[in-house]
């Protein structure tokens, strides 16, 4: 048995960056492990100039994902006004940007997920210098306001971070959370809701590390750039990554459990 800390996430708006050419602010389908990161430096408290602490939490854990929601895509045509570039002058506010002498308009199309769940799983890993039980109790009270890869896209439910003990990593993404639309009296899981909201239950892993966490037949890996090098300069660098889309079992899944601490 090996311990998991998993919660959710849910928005109306979620933005999970990809490599952005010109003016386009395309997202993923699914959290970008950097997104993660950032999620869960800011519920400790670490800022981004923290570079030390954010390398340690990176070497700390690893990430998956279960996105069992499927979303819908919608473009920002975005517009702002900011001033040029000087050396000379740092601009500590958005108030002092727009007091500048000079406004300049830069124009961008950003894209954001609808109405997308995911269960997101964190594994330690051997240099890890955080436990499970310091992140979930971040995540419960958080330093930071978090958010859904940017600031606009606020949370709008609650994670409900919780500590688990299964025989694999996709028994904890399977872990049970309350309906959405369920009422403080219906906290279960509704099996006919679940499969109206998941595509008639379809749903997609992506995962770190080995290959063989998943049994199943289709498994596509791929190299995404979301592996932070720098946050300062805002560069990133390729990872390895798993995924696979499968018919889940809604029956097995009503039966099944997990040891939650």
Known sequence: ??????F?????LASWGQAAVGGDRPTGLQPTRSAILGL???????KREQAEQLQALQASVNIAVKQT???????????????SHSNKVVYRTRKSELSADKL????SSRDYRCDGVWIISVYLTPDAIYTLEQLKQALETPVYLLSLGRKS???AAPMMPKIVKTSGLKQALDTNFPSLLATEKEESFNNEEQIRLNANGWVSY???GEKSEFIEQGVITNQPWDEPISRDRWQFKQRIMHQVTLKENYEDK????????
């Open 40 to 46: 869960l430096g800011a519920a400790l408290g670490i």
């Open 8 to 12: 959710r996430l849910y928005g109306p």
């Open 1 to 6: 048995m090996k311990e998991y800390l998993v």
């Open 153 to 155: 896209c606020p949370l």
């Open 104 to 107: 300049n308009t830069i124009l």
């Open 206 to 208: 992506f995962w770190e």
């Open 69 to 83: 929601v499927p979303t819908s895509l919608i473009r920002d045509y975005h517009t702002t006004q900011v001033p």
């Open 254 to 261: 009503l039966k099944g459990g997990v040891d939650v601490s």
